[in-house]
């Protein structure tokens, strides 16, 4: 069977003839399956997909009889299994890989673009003109565009005038310019606006010998783009224009690339600061820019490996930013820690969702569930940019090449202290290895630091540094940083101090016996003071490299204004690095160092005492920033300690907010780390607080993660009651993420252990959790019996809260059946109930349901009332989704009696609420409000 969604839906049998699919909503339905493969849809969702907001009585029952009729047509066709397949969460069309075209099409751009990367031109052609020969129209032709097929459309129609482009770009390569100008024309014709394929024809033009044709075309658009959008055309084509002007030999032969894409709208600056102490290093950067900057423009994969603090980072953050002009769609830098001190490295999975999809301009709630799609994204996003991507630590291949991005045109730059063989067979990567400076780069770099005139003086000195050093870049940056901090010293004294000096770092000395970075390390550990030497030790145990000044002062057991003189002590000495005011970063070699040191010269008692320290100290502030964020929420166990004056407290939700957007990295390493050292308690406790936090931020990827690890514990340590509530925050995660039957699992689990231990509390949470999951998957009679007993059970044990929730949620529930009256009944005594406990959030919710309610029965007047009341108590508790929700209705009420202008306006702004977080309903709002424009 092959299904064709590139022009007009249709499904051919094997046999190769198109099947009779029968009434135009039966297409439309198919198509909205076809539009997501294997994404299972609700019958509410399919028929506010079918009728955009306005079905028929008998929609539902409509829905069913259309999916009976598609699964029999392909039955009868010849599949083994009907493609259609029902299931609890949904119907979902499940094809082979490559029996959808827009499967297929992806595919082939895929194998172009990988092509492209190993300088395979015809490959990477061919690949791309099968693509798109697969299409047959604009897709889903002949179908209404609005909703999921709207949005499909349009991603298709970009990723096809991307290849579109090029495809051009090669053949104008090869020299097929004159069979380029006509195809180019009608491309320019079909979206005029696009500047990169005027661009490509003016060069075809002036290649074919008509320099006058292509200066016409280029003050053709210049017109155009001054009449339409009032600006003129983009730095790339005013110097192509005054290349072509020029008449530019290189530009007029084959074999160039000279028309550029214009800049993305999100231009990622990820790069951290260039290395102020870097110097030589001209061969290496010489050939970096033979490799990733050759004739036809930035491209290429280069994977720079060498030893240990050889200064791989330094020399690929030099290049960056001396090459920044040639990568003006923006530049993406990661570190992988595949060689860090104590933390696993990081997973591709993990830098996508956290680091590059959200530098890209993806939102949380945009970003998919699941790796695979959200590498597609990746990849997607970069296939028409001129990025560079600096993946820096890598521990091996299969970390990295996930993150290739999906652009020729984009440069790949990796560190490592593998040679990563993989990559370079596979990928076609161009490795470059670095060795130690040169004696007279490493000469230059303590003069630098030293000064010309105390260099000059002791000559003899200076030898016998870069000798001692065994010119290793870090090691000799130390020694510059401890010679310039006490410039009356002589420079022979502290050459034979460091000659005397032997210290452990075992794991981390060169091959070379002459390079041994102990000895360095050591000598600036002796001469620290007792209280800094303490700290340095304590900060290997820190679960990240990053922390802050009350962090450190936690960890070493003091108040922070005693803290603070060590901190400034180790930065001084270039054992620490202040990256901003009080926020302090160690590098991993370091950390390496002072984890031997901690081993050698602490009892375990000592360490164990400093990371329960650690700990306590983030649970305290993690459950004071939860309170603040959601006045109702309150954990299992009480709180180990009490807060101290040292830890950081919040006057409102913002500064709560805010403390957690800088340490929201290091609370999840926090996490997995107190598992692994065996604080069971502490990571239980710990991932409890963090859900308030980062549902708030919508960051349901790291909660589900998180409450993984949260599960696993509460298992290990037989705690039935925290496990319980494991299961239900990790349910939340994955409901948010439409994972319904991972929901489904862990909501049980939740009951099961809730049970064990009669926790009527746990119970009636988790029947709450139900009915949402049930209401979400589009069926509200399910979400009303698991109401039901949530409100029997809170009203067993008198938990006010809990029975205005339940309240709420079968008011909702009875209203979503349209059995409005009921459904008042119940929001009132939910409103009692919440007004009584001052929950300013809990009444909003129930405001909102009474104002829904009261709509249905048509006294739209009571229903905006409801809804302003609404609006009202989410403004005073600073929720924005439940604030778009809200309005979004009032404006439904307003629409329903005729107020087309306020409902648009409410509409609008509850699309930039939607928008500013990244909600996935803000697509369907926007295309609501075209329908009015």
């Not at 034979?496 to 390079?515: F, K, P, Q």
């Not at 692994?676 to 980062?694: K, R, S, V, Y």
Request: glycine share 8%; aromatic share 4%.
């Amino acid at each position: 069977m092959r299904y064709r969604l590139l022009g007009p839906v249709e499904v051919r049998s094997p046999g190769g003839a198109p099947l009779a699919l029968g009434t135009p909503m039966r297409v439309r339905l198919l198509a909205i399956l076809m539009a997501q493969p294997g994404a299972a849809w609700s019958i509410d969702q399919l028929v506010d997909e079918l009728w955009q907001g306005r079905p028929p009585k008998t929609a539902a029952g409509n829905v069913k009889t259309y999916i009976w009729a598609l699964r029999r047509v392909l039955h009868s066709a010849g599949a083994p299994d009907p493609a259609i397949r029902a299931g609890a969460t949904g119907y979902r069309l499940v094809l082979d890989a490559q029996a959808l075209d827009s499967a297929a099409f992806d595919d082939l751009t895929q194998r172009g673009y990988h092509a492209l990367r190993q300088d395979r031109c015809s490959d990477a052609l061919r690949a791309f003109e099968s693509a798109l020969a697969l299409w047959r129209g604009e897709p889903f032709a002949g179908l209404p565009g609005c909703g999921v097929l709207l949005s499909v459309r349009t991603r298709l129609q970009e990723q096809r005038s991307s290849l579109l482009e090029e495809v051009a770009d090669l053949q104008l390569r090869i020299g097929r310019h004159n069979e380029l100008i006509e195809p180019l024309r009608t491309q320019i014709d079909g979206d005029p606006l696009r500047e990169r394929p005027w661009g490509q024809l003016m060069v075809a033009l002036a290649r074919a010998g008509r320099r006058a044709d292509a200066l016409t075309t280029y003050r053709k658009l210049h017109r155009l783009l001054a009449d339409e959008v009032g600006v003129e055309p983009g730095p790339d084509l005013q110097h192509l224009h005054t290349r072509i002007l020029r008449a530019d030999r290189e530009l007029l032969t084959s074999g160039t690339r000279p028309v550029e894409k214009s800049a993305p709208r999100v231009v990622p600056r990820q790069l951290p600061a260039p290395p102020t102490l870097f110097t030589g290093r001209t061969r290496e950067l010489a050939q970096l820019t033979t490799l990733l900057l050759g004739d036809a423009g930035p491209a290429g994969t280069v994977v720079v490996t060498g030893t240990g603090g050889v200064g791989k980072t330094w020399l690929a953050l030099r290049w960056a930013h001396d090459n920044l002009r040639h990568f003006p769609d923006g530049q993406l830098h990661v570190d992988l820690g595949g060689f860090g001190s104590s933390a696993q490295e990081a997973s591709p999975s993990a830098v996508v969702v956290r680091s590059l999809l959200p530098a890209l301009g993806v939102k949380p709630l945009e970003i998919p569930a699941e790796p695979a799609a959200q590498f597609a994204l990746y990849r997607s996003l970069t296939a028409d940019r001129r990025l560079l991507v600096l993946l820096d630590n890598a521990r091996d291949a299969e970390q990295v090449r996930p993150l290739l991005p999906g652009s020729a045109r984009c440069a790949v730059l990796v560190t490592s202290r593998h040679t990563l063989p993989g990559l370079v067979a596979a990928e076609g990567a161009h490795p470059v290895a670095l060795d130690l400076p040169s004696t007279a780069e490493a000469r230059q770099l303590l003069v630098r630091r030293l000064g010309a005139q105390r260099a000059a003086a002791q000559p003899a000195a200076v030898d016998e540094l870069i000798s001692r050093t065994a010119r290793l870049p870090l090691a000799l940056a130390i020694v510059a940083a401890r010679a310039a901090a006490r410039p009356t010293f002589p420079l022979q004294g502290i050459a034979d101090d460091l000659a005397a000096s032997r210290g452990g770092l075992a794991a981390l000395v060169t091959d070379d016996a002459a390079t041994d970075l102990r000895t360095v390390l050591s000598w600036s550990y002796r001469l620290l003071s007792p209280a800094a030497a303490r700290l340095f030790r304590q900060l290997s145990l820190h679960p990240a490299a990053d922390i802050s000044g009350a962090a450190a002062a936690s960890l070493g057991g003091a108040p922070p204004h005693l803290i603070r003189p060590a901190l400034d002590e180790l930065t001084r000495a270039n054992l620490l690095a202040e990256q901003s005011p009080n926020r302090f970063h160690c590098h991993d070699l370091l950390r390496a160092y002072g984890k031997e040191l901690t081993d050698a010269h602490d009892s375990a008692a000592d360490r164990e005492a400093a990371r329960k320290r650690v700990l306590d100290h983030y649970l305290r502030v993690t459950r004071d920033a939860a309170r603040r964020v959601d006045a109702g929420w309150q954990p299992v166990d009480p709180l180990p300690v009490p807060l101290d004056a040292s830890s950081p407290t919040f006057a409102d939700h913002r500064a709560a907010l805010a403390w957690f957007g800088t340490e929201q990295r290091v609370l999840l390493a926090t996490v997995d780390d107190a598992a692994a050292h065996g604080f069971d308690t502490h990571a239980g406790q710990l991932a409890q607080a963090l859900t308030p936090l980062l549902s708030r931020l919508s960051q349901w990827h790291d909660l589900a993660a998180v409450q993984a690890t949260a599960v696993t514990v509460a298992q290990r340590r037989g705690h039935p009651l925290v496990e319980a509530l494991a299961h239900r925050d990790l349910a939340l995660a994955h409901i948010q993420l439409r994972r319904f039957r991972a929901a489904h699992h862990h909501l049980r689990r939740s009951m099961t252990r809730c049970d064990q231990v009669g926790d009527r509390s746990g119970q009636a949470s988790a029947h709450l959790h139900l009915a949402w999951l049930f209401d979400t998957e589009g069926d509200p009679r399910a979400a009303l019996s698991h109401a039901r007993q949530a409100l029997t059970l809170a009203s067993s044990i008198d938990d006010r809260r809990g029975m205005a929730a339940a309240l709420n949620g079968l008011g909702w529930g009875h209203a979503r059946l349209d059995e409005y009256e009921r459904g008042i009944a119940y929001c009132e005594r939910a409103l009692v109930l919440y007004e009584e406990a001052e929950d300013r959030l809990g009444a909003a919710h129930t405001w909102d349901s009474l104002g829904f309610a009261h709509h249905g029965l048509g006294a739209h007047p009571t229903a905006a009332d409801c809804y302003r009341r609404a609006l009202a108590l989410y403004a005073e508790a600073e929720d924005p989704c439940g604030r778009a929700d809200t309005l979004v209705r009032l404006g439904d009420t307003h629409q329903a009696v005729g107020d087309h202008d306020t409902s648009v306006d409410l509409w609008r702004q509850a699309l930039a609420i939607l928008d500013r977080v990244g909600h996935p309903q803000a697509m369907v709002l926007s295309e609501r409000l075209a329908a009015y424009r």
